[in-house]
């Protein structure tokens, strides 16, 4: 079980960090996606960081989010800047003991997701 945290309203253009952490065991070697669903749409993945560090994003985020690790807190974070309207979404973090992309279904654990709100 994961649990984020850091999911708050905000102006656009605005800033804001969520993080996610395990409630029990560790993450550090697994590879932890953030997904996000708006209100009427499917879910859909954001980034992803593999053990490695190496992280992919999704082209309506690049160079506004950075998604980080912090072993020794067992905690990876996700920066987010220049906030727009369509980023408005339940953010979920996701992790996968093997290779996860941005789809849902290559995802084993689950947090129960923050509410992020931009207007």
């Known amino acids: 079980q994961l649990v984020e945290s850091g999911g708050v309203s905000v102006e656009a253009g605005g800033s804001l960090v969520i993080s996610c952490a395990p409630s029990?065991?560790?993450?550090?070697?697994?590879?932890v996606g953030w997904l996000r669903q708006a209100p009427g749409k499917g879910r859909e993945g954001v980034v992803r960081i593999n053990s490695g560090g190496d992280a992919r994003y999704a082209d309506s985020v690049k160079g506004r989010f950075t998604i980080s690790r912090d072993n020794a807190k067992n905690t990876v974070y996700l920066q987010m800047n220049s906030l727009k309207p369509e980023d408005t979404a339940m953010y979920y973090c996701a992790a996968s003991r093997g290779v996860a992309s941005f789809s849902a279904m290559t995802y084993t654990s689950w947090g129960q997701g923050t509410q992020v709100t931009v207007s």
């Open positions: 029990e065991g560790t993450i550090t070697s697994d590879c």
